[in-house]
């Protein structure tokens, strides 16, 4: 049974450019969380997708944007990327239903983004 | 949504020894939740622990959800257990999960 998989592992951009980052949940999972982790600090939450929408949002900019598939895999884009999105990225999947505090998130592995 | 914090910042243990780690939580929640991420940036979901004692080997976590806090203990510390403990806890609905700052946990031989 695969875990939280994310691509690509590394990835190295300059300011101004765009981004996408790509997850796919644990197997029986529907909904898909992203997270941003900057150095040193705790993961903080970006938004989470569940039946292809966007159900709740954290305290980022309009830049940060995603999308979710009909497989349940989910991306992440950023775009006008700043030095300061330069951070380890997060992908959480759940099992179904939205609204389930007591979930367990699974997580991914992280794509580790760097802004030159 | 809830402040999380987390004691101490940083724990430097001797192999074998035990430890206990904190977390306090500004509001009462009704999941709280302990990870381990290792020094490759993996987080792996330790505990779900809205209330009472779970154990899982070496590790056991305990929730007192009317004062607020969890713990976090690790016994006969191994060196594969470096790395950063975060507890989180719900915030604002659905699954959106405020993580604490961690406590970075060194085990030396």
């Known amino acids: 049974d695969a875990g939280v998989t994310q691509s690509p592992t590394h990835l190295i951009k300059t300011r101004g450019q765009q981004v996408t980052l790509r997850c796919s949940p644990k197997?029986?999972?529907?909904?898909v969380s992203w997270y941003q982790q900057a150095l040193g600090q705790g993961p903080q939450f970006i938004f989470q997708?569940?039946?292809?929408?966007?159900?709740q949002r954290g305290n980022f900019p309009d830049r940060f944007s995603g999308h979710q598939f009909p497989n349940y895999s989910s991306e992440l884009n950023v775009n006008a990327l700043l030095l300061g999105d330069s951070a380890l990225y997060l992908c959480?999947?759940?099992?179904?239903?939205?609204?389930?505090?007591?979930?367990?998130?699974?997580f991914g592995p992280g794509t580790r983004l760097t802004v030159l | 949504g809830i402040q999380v914090e987390q004691s101490p910042p940083d724990l430097i243990l001797q192999e074998g020894a035990n430890s206990t780690l904190r977390c306090n939580f500004s509001?009462?929640?009704?999941?709280l939740q302990w990870f381990h991420q290792n020094p490759w940036g993996q987080l792996i979901n330790l505990f779900y622990?809205?209330?009472g004692t779970k154990q899982n080997g070496r590790l056991s976590a305990t929730t007192v959800a009317t004062e607020r806090y969890s713990l976090l203990y690790i016994s006969s510390s191994q060196t594969t257990d470096s790395g950063v403990y975060f507890c989180?806890?719900?915030?604002?609905?659905?699954?959106?999960?405020?993580f604490g700052i961690g406590t970075k946990l060194q085990v030396i031989p």
């Open positions: 959480a999947s759940s099992r179904p239903g939205p609204g389930r505090l007591g979930d367990t998130q699974y």
């Open positions: 197997s029986g999972h529907d909904t």
């Open positions: 989180a806890g719900p915030s604002g609905g659905y699954q959106k999960v405020t």
């Open positions: 997708y569940y039946e292809e929408e966007e159900r």
């Open positions: 509001d009462s929640v009704n999941n």
């Open positions: 622990i809205p209330s």
